[in-house]
């Protein structure tokens, strides 16, 4: 089993940042990628950017650009630097163990304008 937990979410003000983070616990051995999704009100929830064991990355062309994900293997963490962020991106942010049905809880994103 894999335990995930997101911390860093919050209430910015257009423009500004905020750093994700995604720590797994468990059989952390299993894992070969993470993801961070995003789910906003009334909406389906969609990957927003990902990171393999080695280190290779994927984002959402919405995202591109302003986000940056990187993962610290000796604390098992994954990050998700967001940056210029926009009232688009408010949402509750998960972490995914991705090919697993490990999901973290979630933290709550809100940009306001």
């Known amino acids: 089993q894999v335990q995930l937990v997101e911390s860093g979410g919050g209430l910015v003000q257009a423009g500004g940042s905020l750093r994700l983070s995604c720590a797994a616990s468990?059989?952390?051995?299993?894992?070969?990628?993470i993801g961070w999704y995003r789910q906003a009100p009334g909406k389906q929830r969609e990957l927003v950017a990902s990171?393999?064991?080695?280190?290779?990355?994927n984002y959402a062309d919405s995202v591109k650009g302003r986000f940056t994900i990187s993962r610290d293997n000796a604390k098992n963490t994954v990050y998700l630097q967001m940056n210029s962020l926009k009232p688009e991106d408010t949402a509750v942010y998960y972490c995914?163990?991705?090919?697993?049905?490990?999901w973290g809880q979630g933290t709550q994103v809100t940009v306001s304008s």
């Open positions: 468990g059989s952390t051995f299993s894992i070969n990628a």
């Open positions: 995914k163990a991705l090919g697993t049905p490990y």
């Open positions: 990171i393999s064991s080695r280190g290779m990355t």
